[in-house]
C-alpha cells in the first residue's frame, strides 16, 4: 500500500520535478563545502521569491479559467511600467510612489487585460500561441511609445535629447527597495529577512485565495474544468474568461513594480520580451498543470526555481570554474515548460 502511494506520487508530481528538487537540495548541502556562505545564499533567495512571486502569481487565474499559461504576461508588465513612469513623472516617492504606481497602472491592466481577453476568446484552443505573440507584439509596440511619449523628468529622459525614456531607469531617491527595506530583520553579518516583501507577496496571495473562493472565482473554476457543465448551470464561459485575464494581467503589473522595487531599476524598451518564460517555468516546476495550478504551486515552484538561479552560479561554478548558471537556466526553464505541455498533470490544493 505504502509502496502504491509513493508511485502515485512520483506519476502525479512527475520525475522532473523531483530530480529538481533533489538537485536543490543537493545544492544546499554541497555549498559549505566549495565555500559558499550559506546565509547570504539563503538572503538572496528569499529577495528573489518577494521580488518574483507576484508574476508567478499572475499565472494562476488564466490557467484556472481554461486560458491556459500565461505566456502574454508582457501585458501586464507594460501597464505595471506604464504606472511606474507616471509616478517618477508626478515626482512620488518612497511609499506614495510605489503605491501611486499601482494606481495609475490599474486602469491600463483593466484596459489591457479586457481587449487582450477579448482576442483569446476567438482563438479558443490556440490561446498560449497566440498570447505569447501578444506579449512579443505589444513589447515591440510600446519601445517606439516609449520614445514618443511626453514624459520630461530629468531622471528618465536621455540628456542628450531631452525626451525619450532611457533603457534603464534608476528608482534611487523614488521607492527603490521600499519593500526589501520595511522590517527588514538582519541575523548576523550576512543575512537579512525581507520582511516587507514577503508580507507583501503573502497579502497579494490571500487576495488571489480570497478572489478564487468568491462566487466569481468558483465560476472561473468551473469553467476551466468543464465549460460545457459551467455553460449549463448559467455561466457565461467567455465572461469568466476575461476577467480571469483581467485579473492575471493585473497581478503581472503589481508583480514587474514589486520587482522594480526590489530590482531598484525600470527597465523599459525589450527588457519584458522574455519575462514570462521563468513565471510560466516556476508555477510548472511547483507542480501546476497546464489549466489547474493553486496558491501552493506558486509558492512551491518559486522557491525552487529561484533557489536553483541563485545557488548555481556559486556552487557549481566553484565546483566546475566555469560559468553554467545561464545555461542551467534555460535548461529548467524550457525542459519545464515542454513538460508541462506534453503532459498532464494533477494540481496541488
Known amino acids: 500500500m505504502i509502496n502504491q502511494r509513493i508511485k502515485d506520487f512520483i506519476v502525479d508530481f512527475g520525475w522532473p520535478r523531483l530530480i529538481i528538487f533533489f538537485f536543490v537540495v543537493a545544492l544546499f548541502i554541497t555549498a559549505p563545502f566549495v565555500g559558499v556562505n550559506i546565509d547570504s545564499s539563503f538572503k538572496d533567495v528569499l529577495v528573489r521569491f518577494g521580488q518574483n512571486g507576484i508574476m508567478v502569481l499572475a499565472m494562476v487565474p488564466m490557467m484556472q479559467s481554461g486560458s491556459g499559461l500565461n505566456f502574454g504576461l508582457p501585458v501586464g508588465i507594460v501597464a505595471g511600467l506604464l ?32 481587449l487582450y481577453g477579448l482576442l483569446l476568446n476567438k482563438v479558443k484552443g490556440e490561446e498560449m500561441t497566440i498570447a505569447m505573440y501578444i506579449g512579443f507584439s505589444i513589447v515591440t509596440f510600446m519601445a517606439i511609445m516609449w520614445l514618443m511619449l511626453p514624459f520630461s523628468n530629468p531622471t528618465m529622459v536621455w540628456g542628450y535629447t531631452g525626451r525619450g525614456l532611457r533603457t534603464t531607469i534608476t528608482l534611487d531617491g523614488y521607492w527603490a527597495r521600499i519593500l526589501n527595506n520595511f522590517l527588514v530583520v538582519k541575523i548576523g553579518p550576512f543575512f537579512e529577512f525581507p520582511t516587507g516583501s514577503i508580507l507583501f507577496f503573502a497579502l497579494m496571495a490571500a487576495i488571489m485565495w480570497l478572489f478564487m473562493r468568491s462566487r466569481t472565482g468558483t465560476a472561473l473554476t468551473a469553467v476551466g474544468s468543464n465549460p460545457d457543465f459551467a455553460r449549463a448551470g448559467g455561466v457565461s464561459v467567455d465572461r469568466c474568461r476575461i476577467i480571469g485575464v483581467i485579473i492575471s494581467t493585473i497581478f503581472g503589473a503589481v508583480g514587474i513594480l514589486t520587482y522594480q522595487q526590489s530590482f531598484g531599476f525600470i527597465q523599459l524598451y525589450n527588457a519584458p520580451l522574455y519575462m514570462a518564460f521563468p513565471a510560466v517555468a516556476a508555477v510548472l516546476l511547483g507542480g501546476a498543470s497546464v489549466n489547474k495550478a493553486g496558491i501552493l504551486n506558486v509558492v512551491v515552484g518559486t522557491f525552487l526555481f529561484q533557489s536553483i538561479l541563485t545557488m548555481t552560479p556559486s556552487v557549481i561554478n566553484n565546483i566546475l570554474r566555469t560559468d553554467m548558471s545561464e545555461v542551467i537556466r534555460i535548461l529548467i526553464s524550457n525542459g519545464m515548460i515542454i513538460y508541462a505541455l506534453t503532459r498532464r498533470t494533477k494540481v496541488t490544493k
Do not use: D, H, K, N
Not at 92 to 114: C, D, E, K, N, R
Open 83 to 114: 504606472g511606474s513612469t507616471i509616478s517618477m513623472q508626478c515626482r512620488f516617492t518612497g511609499l506614495a510612489g510605489f503605491t501611486m504606481a499601482i494606481l495609475f497602472s490599474l486602469p491600463f491592466s483593466v484596459v489591457f487585460g479586457w
